[in-house]
C-alpha cells in the first residue's frame, strides 16, 4: 500500500485488480456488402455512399427498402427484374427455353435490371450471419426495355466500376468489417471486373483486417467443356497482389430465397400483358378465361391487386405458370458469395474461425447450373501456371449441395493457401493488438513487456485449449516475444517503440507462422 497519502490516522482504501488486462478476440465474420439497393434514404436521411452496420434482414429492410402499403394492397416489390420471351428458330443449345405452340421461346433477362445484392444479403442471413454492414451505391437504374442477347454472359449497363470502387474505398476508415463481398461484380464486364477484384485485394493486405469473396463471370451459366476458359479468364484478371487475402467459389447456386409471390406478370415484357396474349391465347389453341384474365388487367388494371390477378393467371394457364417457374429459377441463380459469408459466421461461432468453411451445406441452396466431377475439381484446386486455387460448390448424391473446399487464392503458398490459417492468423493478430493498445501510456520498460507478454500468452493459451492452435503443449504451439535485446534495440526504445513478435503453429505443429506487430509509447 502506498503511504505518501497517509496524511491523518484513519481506515484507508486501496483497490487491487483482481485480473490483469486481458485480450478479447476480435470479431472475424462480419461481412461489407457492397452494390446497389432498392433505396438509398430512409426517414429523409441518405444512406448512398455510407458505410452502416446492421445486425439483422429487418434492420436492411428498415433502411434500404420501400415500405409495404397498407393492406388490402400488395406488399412493396424490392427487387423488379424484367423478363422477355423471345421466339428462336431452332432450339436453343441450352436449356433455359420453354415450348409454346410448337416453336421454342428463349427466357431472357433485361440486363439493366439484374441485381444481387439485395438476395445475397437474404442469403447471408438464412445462412446464419449477424452483423454486417451496407455500402449502398446508388438505387436500380432505368431498364432498356429489351432482352440480353441469347447465349451472352449478363452485363448491366447501370453497374458502374467507380461506383463500385467508390464505395470500397469508405471501408478504408472502417476496420470492422473482416469480408469484403461486391454481389454485383459480375454484372461488369470481364476488364472492369478484373480491376475491381484487384483493387478489393490490394486494399484487403494494405489492411490486413480482411478478406475478399468473389464470384466468377460465367459461374451463373457454365458451357458444360468450355467453362475451363471462364476459370482462366478469372484467374487472369485477379493479378499477383494479395492473393492470400481473397478466395473464390464456383458455380452460382440454385436457391429458393425469391418465393412465388415476389413473380408475377409485371416481370414480363416490362409489365406489358398485351404482349402475353398471343402466347397464352393463340388463336390455334384459344384460352378465354386466359384472355378474359389479360383483358381485364388492361382495362381496369385497379379492380384487383396484382397478387389477385397473378392467381387467376396461374390458374387459368398452365403455361403461365410454366413461365413463372422459369423466370423464378433464373431470378434464385445466385453467385455464392453472400451465402458463403453466412456459412463462415456459423462455423466460427460453432467450432472457431480456425476451423475451414467447407463439407457444409448452404441453406436455401437447391440446385447448380453445373456439376462437378473429382478430375474437375482438381483443376480448380491446383493450378500449375498461377497456383490460384477455387473453391468448387458440388453436388454429392445422398448429401446434396456441399461447399468443397476452403482455400485462399494463394495455393501455392504452403503458410496461406487455408483460408483457415489466413484468418486465424489476421484474427490473432488484430486481437493481440488491440490488446496492447491497453498499455499505450506505460513506461516502455522491462514491467510492460513482462505484462504485454504475459497477456498475449494467456490468450495464446486459451486460443490453444480450444484447438485453434496445434502442437503438444503451449510451447510448441506459440511463443511471444517482447524485450530489450530481443525485439527491440536501445534507439528504438528511446524513440517509444515496443515491438512484439509472436509465433503461431497454425498449419503444422512446431512450424511457426510470425506475426510482428510495432505500437508507439511514451518518450520519457
Not at 419 to 446: H, W, Y
Request: negative net charge.
Amino acid at each position: 500500500m502506498p503511504h505518501s497519502n497517509l496524511t491523518t490516522p484513519g481506515v484507508y482504501i486501496n483497490e487491487i485488480n483482481a485480473f490483469p488486462n486481458s485480450i478479447v478476440p476480435v470479431a472475424t465474420a462480419v461481412p461489407a456488402f457492397i452494390g446497389y439497393t432498392p433505396q438509398t434514404a430512409y426517414e429523409g436521411k441518405p444512406y448512398n455512399n455510407v458505410p452502416q452496420k446492421i445486425s439483422s434482414f429487418a434492420e436492411f429492410q428498415a433502411i434500404y427498402c420501400p415500405p409495404n402499403p397498407p393492406a388490402p394492397a400488395d406488399p412493396a416489390k424490392q427487387y423488379y427484374p424484367q423478363y422477355y420471351l423471345v421466339q428462336q428458330k431452332s432450339q436453343p443449345a441450352n436449356n433455359d427455353y420453354i415450348l409454346i405452340n410448337g416453336n421454342y421461346y428463349a427466357l431472357l433477362p433485361d440486363a439493366s435490371t439484374i441485381y444481387y445484392l439485395y438476395n445475397s444479403v437474404r442469403l447471408f442471413y438464412q445462412n446464419g450471419g449477424g452483423d454486417a454492414y451496407i455500402v449502398s451505391v446508388g438505387g436500380y437504374g432505368a431498364p432498356s426495355s429489351k432482352p440480353m442477347d441469347p447465349g451472352a454472359q449478363i452485363v448491366n449497363p447501370n453497374v458502374q466500376l467507380n461506383d463500385l470502387l467508390g464505395g470500397l474505398k469508405l471501408l478504408l476508415n472502417e476496420p470492422a468489417p473482416t469480408m469484403y463481398i461486391c454481389p454485383e461484380a459480375t454484372l461488369l464486364s470481364i476488364a472492369d471486373n478484373s480491376t475491381l477484384m484487384q483493387e478489393m485485394l490490394l486494399q484487403s493486405s494494405d489492411m490486413g483486417t480482411c478478406i475478399s469473396l468473389f464470384d466468377i463471370i460465367g459461374g451463373r451459366n457454365p458451357d458444360p467443356v468450355l467453362y475451363t476458359n471462364d476459370i482462366a479468364t478469372f484467374r487472369n484478371g485477379t493479378g499477383n497482389n494479395g492473393l492470400n487475402y481473397g478466395c473464390a467459389y464456383y458455380p452460382f447456386v440454385g436457391t429458393t430465397i425469391t418465393q412465388n409471390s415476389e413473380i408475377d406478370y409485371t416481370n414480363i415484357f416490362g409489365g406489358d400483358v398485351a404482349q402475353l396474349m398471343p402466347l397464352l391465347n393463340p388463336a390455334s389453341n384459344p384460352n378465354p378465361a386466359a384472355a378474359t384474365i389479360l383483358n381485364e388487367i388492361i382495362n381496369s388494371p385497379g379492380a384487383y391487386t396484382a397478387s389477385q390477378y397473378n392467381s387467376a393467371l396461374i390458374n387459368a394457364s398452365p403455361l403461365y405458370a410454366a413461365i413463372l417457374k422459369h423466370i423464378l429459377a433464373d431470378v434464385n441463380l445466385l453467385p455464392p458469395s453472400g451465402a458463403l459469408a453466412g456459412v463462415m459466421t456459423t462455423v466460427d461461432n460453432q467450432s472457431g474461425v480456425w476451423t475451414a468453411p467447407a463439407n457444409t451445406s448452404i441453406v436455401s441452396a437447391v440446385s447448380l447450373p453445373i456439376r462437378l466431377s473429382d478430375s474437375q475439381q482438381a483443376d480448380l484446386n491446383i493450378d500449375a501456371v498461377t497456383g490460384k486455387s477455387i473453391n468448387a460448390i458440388r453436388f454429392f448424391n445422398g448429401l446434396g449441395i456441399l461447399i468443397w473446399g476452403a482455400r485462399t487464392l494463394d495455393g501455392n503458398s504452403q503458410d496461406w493457401r487455408y483460408l483457415s490459417t489466413r484468418r486465424t492468423v489476421t484474427m490473432i493478430e488484430q486481437s493481440c493488438k488491440l490488446g496492447a493498445e491497453a498499455f499505450v501510456f506505460q513506461p516502455n520498460d522491462k514491467n510492460t513487456w513482462s505484462a504485454v507478454t504475459a497477456m498475449i500468452s494467456s490468450f495464446l493459451t486459451s486460443l490453444w485449449k480450444e484447438g485453434g492452435l496445434l502442437g503438444a503443449s503451449p510451447s510448441d504451439a506459440f511463443s511471444v516475444a517482447c524485450g530489450l535485446g530481443t525485439t527491440m534495440t536501445s534507439d528504438e526504445i528511446l524513440n517509444g517503440l515496443m515491438n512484439v513478435t509472436i509465433q503461431v503453429a497454425v498449419v503444422h505443429p512446431a512450424e511457426f507462422i510470425v506475426i510482428t506487430f510495432q505500437q508507439i509509447m511514451p518518450v520519457s
